[in-house]
């Protein structure tokens, strides 16, 4: 099966409307490069997955398209540390890889859509600020955006009310230091920071948010949790587990939150010349890899999307200190969160960067599809 033959992109190129589908952004004119990376991606993935991968990507259902992203961009990142498709598994989107040493390992393919946002956040705050920066008045204020803003928002009715606030404040007609802005679109806060503006000095002091890392985790979580479970009552439960958990936006999860959820609190942080250390006692608070039900859980990836480059994806590892058959950082080829020490003492964890040619952004390691 081909991936895109020109008379399916001819085809979609007619078809009206659908432009929110991934799969008639990618056959779409600005879609060339996208379109032959997958391509290459696809055809240099083991021959056991093509025809899923070219039956997923080739769905107007953008849930089904991004399971198949997220399934090549998966198997492309461990496959970079020599791991290598098995067979496929039913039901669900699990595979059996052969790990290091040959040895048999299960990946399961999470993918996460995030909630579309037409146009650039970026563009929209940058015209927020801009607004908000032409306000008269002898108070500063900091803005809280609760709600993500639309592309293509109107300003001049938020630097309205702001101005009408700040004249009921400079008036005492106004209790407390908050106020907000809501309405169908658009959700703000605004907080006096006790400050009046001096000379040259810009009423608008902060912007800030919007804070997503407690959403995306509520919705990581359960469904990490779920997955295990059902693996735990496949005939494979007695296989190691690897989750690759795959975004099509950069994911909002801070090193914390993630450190929390899979690891539990930690007894001491250590900085060094090497980077930051992190030590856990034997027994602790609650967490994935500390409950006794999910020892055969290896770790878990995070991959998300560049949206700036629709072919390139971020890849991080979170490896389970105290798994039954626990991966060492250079069993997978970019960067991970690994334990340096015995467990059975005291689970020493901290950064490994076992792959120095790939790329890197922050704690993620960039690959290239195709």
Not at 128 to 141: I, N
Not at 262 to 268: D, I, S
Request: glycine share 8%; net charge neutral; with cysteine.
């Amino acid at each position: 099966m081909e991936l895109y033959p020109t008379r399916l992109v001819t085809d979609l190129e007619r078809l009206p409307g659908a432009s929110h589908t991934y799969l008639k952004q990618v056959c779409g004119p600005d879609g060339s490069v996208a379109r032959d990376r997958l391509r290459r991606a696809v055809a240099a993935g083991a021959e056991l997955h093509k025809d899923r991968a070219v039956e997923l990507l080739s769905s107007l259902d953008n849930r089904r398209f991004f399971q198949g992203f997220a399934e090549v961009a998966a198997l492309a990142a461990v496959g970079k540390s020599g791991w290598t498709l098995a067979r496929l598994l039913a039901p669900g989107p699990r595979l059996e890889l052969n790990g290091p040493g040959g040895r048999p390992w299960v990946l399961s393919v999470l993918a996460f859509l995030h909630q579309i946002r037409a146009g650039g956040e970026e563009s929209s705050r940058a015209v927020l600020q801009s607004a908000l920066a032409t306000v008269h008045g002898k108070h500063r204020f900091t803005v809280l955006i609760r709600r993500w803003l639309p592309h293509d928002f109107d300003a001049a009715p938020v630097r309205a009310a702001i101005e009408a606030w700040l004249g009921q404040v400079a008036q005492n007609r106004w209790e407390g230091r908050y106020a907000a802005y809501d309405d169908e679109r658009i959700s703000l806060e605004f907080c006096l920071t006790g400050e009046k503006v001096r000379k040259g000095e810009p009423l608008l002091a902060l912007v800030l948010g919007p804070f997503l890392a407690n959403r995306t985790l509520e919705a990581v979580e359960p469904r990490i949790v779920r997955d295990l479970d059902r693996h735990n009552a496949s005939p494979l439960r007695d296989t190691p587990v690897l989750l690759a958990c795959v975004s099509d936006q950069p994911w909002e999860l801070s090193p914390g939150y993630t450190r929390d959820f899979l690891y539990g609190r930690p007894r001491a942080m250590l900085g060094g010349p090497e980077g930051e250390t992190t030590l856990y006692s034997p027994t602790g608070s609650v967490a994935v890899f500390r409950d006794p039900t999910y020892r055969n859980v290896g770790g878990v990836l995070l991959i998300d999307r560049t949206p700036s480059a629709p072919a390139s994806v971020g890849v991080r590892a979170w490896l389970n200190p105290w798994a039954d058959r626990p991966l060492k950082g250079d069993d997978l080829g970019f960067r991970c969160f690994c334990e340096d020490k015995a467990a059975s003492v005291e689970a020493t964890a901290t950064w490994v960067e076992p792959l120095r040619a790939m790329r890197w952004q922050g704690d993620r390691a960039t690959m290239e599809l195709g």
